[in-house]
């Protein structure tokens, strides 16, 4: 049956699903099939959220994300959310933290435990860190029984967490099945702290900083925008003084 016209104009507004572009695989499992256990998953709804850790092995920018998701409400296409989240430890434990870096709310495709694969497109573009553990998280509002399934990858283990209610309390699941998905990204390295190019971080770079503070114009370089987020502030301030010399 056709998508309903409403359906596929949320998907349009809230999801950022894109075409892809090429780009490098940051962290990848297999996909949904041929795995022993058959086609099945984590259940994504109300009262329980999951999310997988992964460690970039260098540093990138975010380009888009791919999961397999199938459906237990028969074809309702319910909505889910990814989420780009940063790391915590709790307990001694690694879990994810209450910060987004970014988000995407869309209906699945899928209908029934057909599974389906997603990809949602990133515009904010946030820097994976090498070495840093980032998570990628997915809720849903959906009841029990008509919510979407995050598909379990056929071959390989990662780190897994999942959690029930809100405010989230999260139960790490450890290095067994893990869910099926894609993140790719674009190598990036940060800018130079050495604003004017004399090959010394000082005060004249400081004087360029300063003077270019507030936020980056719409067109035009941003030079003293070193951590890149649209913004000269303390964040760029940080990255000078780290590295004067």
Known sequence: MPRPLQVLLIASALGGLAPSTPADVVYATSGPFGGPFGVIGFDVFAQQSVGVRFVPTQNYRLDRIKVWLMDNSGGSHPLVTLEVRADQTSGG?????????????????????VPQQETVQSSARPILEAGVRTWIVARSRSSAGMNPVWNWASQGAGFVATTNGSPEAWQPGGFGAVVSVVVEGTPWSPPSPDLNGDGVVGGADLTILLAAWGAC????????????????DGADLAALLAAWS
């Open 217 to 232: 114009p719409p067109t035009g370089d941003c030079v003293a925008d070193l951590v890149e987020n649209g913004q000269v």
């Open 93 to 113: 434990i690694s879990i994810p933290s209450t910060i987004v870096r970014e988000s995407w709310t869309f209906p699945i495709a899928a209908v029934g435990w």
